[in-house]
């Protein structure tokens, strides 16, 4: 989501200068790729790259077929085979063993529902949603970014009849959270369709303020997530200390989940060094339907504050203690505050991601799940 926002950012800086602009984006790879389907990046008239398509590989001739596609324009499909051996037509040793299907689209303000349209609807609520991009490997006609669905919303310029099929599809894959690639006939025109489930960005709730929490912050703003840092000291939570989080709150324990909108997407950490004061933030936050609560502190400190509950009636039941992480962080030999950061970010990250952080090495099957297989007509 950090990517899209950056886009859009940068798509809004040139337009104020009249500067046309494409965006480029990976709908489908076959095999090994630095990035997977969903990976944009905006390439304007004058070179600048926002946002990135491969490690760098590709993004030199990606800029003259987006500069291409802006002349033009007309949307274009490219296909990268780095798994031909002859990578000097790339100017690069590419070694990435992959097939990358890239649709470039010249942004036209004057077209109602044009990519970048789509992409600001995107991230203007913290929704699920699903995105859709039409391509087609066998005709040069390509629709590109044509709609974007959420329960509540629906925006798109497709024909009604293919844009009833979509949205059935669309459906499925918000409920399913998972992207595909499906196949349809338009005028008799082979489509295939990239419809892209996309969660909300990470928000990031840091209860504790201290010094610890700074390098912590830095670190989420880097992976664009959403961080709120609270804290009941006026002296430490404040937006001086802490310039890159996105919101700084003066709490006490029991009043952040009121001022806090709390959805899947949404993780704790508690940080404050106040034993009292996470306890009382923990009691709140069992009643809440969670997917990561980090605690810092020896196992010793939530074993109490487990035996505390329980005397007060409030058992921790085995659901409940599978979403506490406590110590909190992965094991990475962490001593300092940077190095602890990490540690826990990369855990949220493992957490939410659905993996279980062994080193790349000792993975027995690829990094990335494989893309779908495009589908043919029968």
């Avoid at 489930?197 to 929490?213: K, Q, S």
């Avoid at 508690?270 to 502190?297: F, W």
Wanted: aromatic share 6%; hydrophobic share 40%; charged share 25%.
């Amino acid at each position: 989501m950090k990517e899209i926002r950056d886009i859009i950012k940068a798509y809004n800086e040139a337009s104020k200068q009249g500067k046309k602009a494409a965006l480029a984006t990976v709908v489908h790879v076959e095999g090994s790729s630095y990035r997977r389907p969903g990976a944009r990046m905006l390439v304007t008239e004058d070179g600048k790259l926002t946002g990135a398509i491969s490690g760098g590989c590709l993004e030199g001739d990606a800029l003259r077929k987006a500069l291409l596609a802006i002349s033009q324009q007309q949307n274009k499909l490219v296909t990268y085979d780095t798994t031909d051996e002859d990578d000097a037509k790339f100017g690069v040793q590419l070694g990435c063993n992959g097939i990358v299907h890239i649709l470039f689209e010249p942004v036209q303000d004057n077209k109602e529902f044009n990519a970048i349209f789509l992409l600001q609807k995107l991230i203007c609520e913290r929704q699920n949603a699903v995105l859709v991009t039409l391509f087609s490997l066998h005709h040069t006609q390509q629709p590109g970014t044509s709609l974007l669905y959420r329960d509540d919303l629906l925006e798109s310029s497709l024909p009604d009849i293919l844009r009833e099929q979509i949205v059935e599809e669309a459906r499925q894959a918000l409920q399913n959270r998972s992207s595909s690639i499906k196949l349809y006939q338009q005028e008799g025109q082979e489509l295939n369709a990239f419809i892209e489930f996309i969660p909300p960005p990470v928000a990031l709730v840091v209860a504790g303020a201290g010094n610890d929490v700074q390098p912590l912050v830095e670190i989420t703003s880097i992976l664009g997530w959403h961080t709120t840092v609270v804290d009941g000291r006026q002296t430490h939570a404040t937006a001086q200390r802490f310039p890159k989080a996105d919101k700084v709150m003066i709490a006490k324990p029991a009043e952040i989940l009121q001022q806090v909108e709390v959805d899947t997407q949404t993780v704790f950490l508690l940080m404050t060094h106040n034993y009292n004061y996470d306890l009382v933030l923990l009691k709140e936050l069992l009643t809440k339907d969670c997917k990561y609560i980090g605690i810092l502190g020896p196992k010793k400190k939530l074993d109490r504050m487990f035996s505390e509950l329980n005397d007060e009636g409030i058992k921790v039941d085995e659901k409940s203690r599978a979403i506490i992480y406590s110590p909190v962080g992965l094991d990475i030999g962490a001593e300092t505050s940077e190095e602890i950061a990490v540690s826990i970010v990369a855990e949220i990250k493992t957490v939410l991601a659905g993996k279980s952080g062994i080193s790349l090495k000792e993975k027995e099957v690829s990094i990335h799940s494989h893309s779908a297989e495009i589908p043919v007509a029968p």
